[in-house]
């Protein structure tokens, strides 16, 4: 009588277990993959992230791998994703193998039991032993669910996206005014420099009594050519990603990646300080290097 309480209780304690576990775990939208495992040499040995990232997928989640372009919604509010690890526990005639799912604080939301074979190979033996452990996802189902915990992680995306192209576009305009402003008075010294430079010839030629006319030619400074992508014909091909585009050259090589704003004909470019809109019919890049505005014409073909 004894024994089979004890085992009721046991029965109810890992069934409570497993039903926390999926409200845990439906609480998380996505999950990252890494490219490679701690115990593996290198990025994918035995093509084990791809198998975690399928058998994760066989169960409902959505996968992201470590080095792939982000969600928006990810970027903005990390806590949204699970990270998928598989630890190694491997003895003398077993390999074992176990996946851990951890949240963005590193606290462990979820562990699989060990999954083992005794097969030689290690691309066997490692197959088989985490196919094994993907199985303690059999007891349960997920499916998302949002939760206001992890959701007040995140920032508000519209807002600070045009909060920051309205900084940016402040600081260009101001920019913009103090180059106009440099430029006339640089014009207004070099017609200074051309008047004087007439005069001294002239009365060179009067004391010399020039019989051949001199004739000399003033340097003038001209504006600094902007910048431009379209002087050496290079045209960029939009390719559509989620929440934006990405910008190739005929290599094909990823130039830009830009991210949609709530204003028309205006990006963010990631990874710079930058954004890229459109005047007229011309696409413009400004971004800032050494604390100096730098502008470039883009020859984009959406």
């Not at 490692?126 to 920032?155: C, H, M, N, V, W």
Request: aromatic share 10%; charged share 25%.
């Amino acid at each position: 009588m004894k024994t089979k309480i004890i085992l009721l209780l046991s029965i109810i304690m890992f069934s409570s277990n497993f039903t926390n576990a999926q409200t845990n775990i439906n609480n998380y939208k996505y999950v990252i993959v890494p490219n490679t495992f701690d115990f593996l040499d290198k990025a994918d040995e035995y093509r084990l992230n791809t198998l975690t990232k399928l058998l994760l997928e066989k169960y409902g989640f959505i996968t992201i791998m470590e080095d792939a372009t982000l969600p928006d919604e990810v970027i903005l509010n990390p806590c949204l994703a699970l990270k998928a690890n598989v630890l190694n526990s491997s003895g003398l005639f077993y390999s074992k193998l176990r996946v851990q799912l951890e949240d963005c604080k590193n606290s462990i939301v979820f562990t699989t039991a060990v999954g083992e074979s005794k097969d030689k190979n290690y691309q066997v033996a490692y197959t088989l032993a985490l196919r094994q452990a993907f199985k303690s996802f059999d007891s349960f189902t997920y499916k998302y669910k949002e939760s206001p915990s992890i959701l007040a992680f995140g920032k508000t995306p519209e807002k600070e996206s045009k909060a920051e192209i309205e900084k940016l576009k402040e600081e260009i305009k101001t920019l913009k005014e103090e180059k106009v402003a440099e430029v006339e008075v640089a014009q207004v010294i070099e017609e200074k420099e051309i008047v004087t430079a007439n005069q001294v010839k002239k009365e060179l030629e009067i004391k010399e009594v020039v019989q051949e006319e001199v004739v000399q030619k003033v340097a003038v400074k001209e504006p600094v050519i902007v910048k431009t992508e379209t002087n050496s014909l290079h045209i960029l091909y939009a390719q559509k990603v989620v929440n934006g585009f990405q910008l190739v050259d005929n290599t094909p090589k990823v130039v830009y990646k830009i991210k949609e704003t709530g204003m028309s004909n205006v990006f963010i470019v990631e990874g710079k300080n930058a954004i890229i809109y459109k005047l007229d019919a011309t696409w413009i890049l400004e971004y800032y290097e050494n604390e100096k505005l730098q502008t470039k014409i883009l020859n984009i073909k959406f």
